[in-house]
Nanobody
Framework: QVQLVESGGGLVQAGGSLRLSCAAS????????MGWYRQAPGKQRELVAQ???????NYVDSVKGRFTISRDNAKNTMYLQMNSQKPEDTAVYYC?????????????????WGQGTQVTVSS
């Protein structure tokens, strides 16, 4: 079974930094597009940043210049470096990925979600 596990969340003061990690495990053949989402209390889940298979990146306007998404394909891991954090960044952060895996002589491509990691930014 393919799994995504986030880590690196916690409590940080405004202006501080955190780095989130998302590690994929299982019978992985290839990880295609990946992204970070977040959901704040009372708000809809939103796409924060994404990185494609060719390394292209996109960010929601509110985090441009502050957050950096990256990936290490050899480690099946994605990162989100969050700098100059604001209280508005407080949310549960989820990793998401399109993953191709091999099972019983067939290849499958599915979309996976991690369980989420809490990020709290105090003012």
């Amino acid at each position: 079974q393919v799994q995504l596990v986030e880590s690196g969340g916690g409590l940080v003061q405004a202006g501080g930094s955190l780095r989130l990690s998302c590690a994929a495990s299982g019978s992985i053949f290839r990880i295609n597009n990946m992204g970070w989402y977040r959901q704040a209390p009372g708000k809809q889940r939103e796409l924060v940043a994404q990185i494609t298979s060719d390394g292209s990146t996109n960010y929601v306007d509110s985090v441009k210049g502050r957050f950096t998404i990256s990936r290490d394909n050899a480690k099946n891991t994605m990162y989100l470096q969050m700098n100059s954090q604001k209280p508005e960044d407080t949310a549960v952060y989820y990793c998401n990925a399109d993953i191709t895996y091999y099972d019983g002589g067939y290849y499958y491509t599915d979309n996976y979600w991690g369980q989420g990691t809490q990020v709290t930014v105090s003012s």
